[in-house]
């Protein structure tokens, strides 16, 4: 079955950088675009960037672009997303994701704080 596992998470000081990384199983993964979301307290799901399954092309929010890089290795069955100058705004649990057969997927999410 799919399966998603992030992890890199951790508290960090405003300024930072910080690298997650998603792995996964279950299905032919350079085949599917993956995403990156997060959820901060109190506040709805945001999708933060998408890359293609090639990884040619990638997306960002509004909120993380020029900050934020998310990259994939198709050997690796792996996705990441490198994030620099961190903010306090950026705390959140954040969550790798892909849409496979009609259905949305989830890992178990990794927390990012951003705090000095």
């Known amino acids: 079955q799919v399966q998603l596992a992030e992890s890199g998470g951790a508290l960090v000081q405003p300024g930072g950088s910080l690298r997650l990384s998603c792995a996964a199983s279950?299905?032919?993964?350079?085949?599917?675009?993956m995403n990156w979301y997060r959820r901060a307290p109190e506040k709805e799901r945001e999708l933060v960037a998408t890359?293609?399954?090639?990884?040619?092309?990638?997306n960002y929010a509004d909120s993380v672009k020029g900050r934020f890089t998310i990259s994939r290795d198709n050997a690796k069955n792996r996705v990441y997303l490198q994030m620099n100058s961190l903010k306090p705004e950026d705390t959140a649990v954040y969550y790798c994701?892909?849409?496979?057969?009609?259905?949305?997927?989830w890992g178990q999410g990794t927390q990012v704080t951003v705090a000095s």
């Open positions: 890359i293609t399954r090639g990884g040619g092309a990638t």
């Open positions: 279950g299905f032919t993964f350079n085949n599917y675009a």
């Open positions: 994701n892909v849409l496979w057969g009609a259905r949305n997927y």
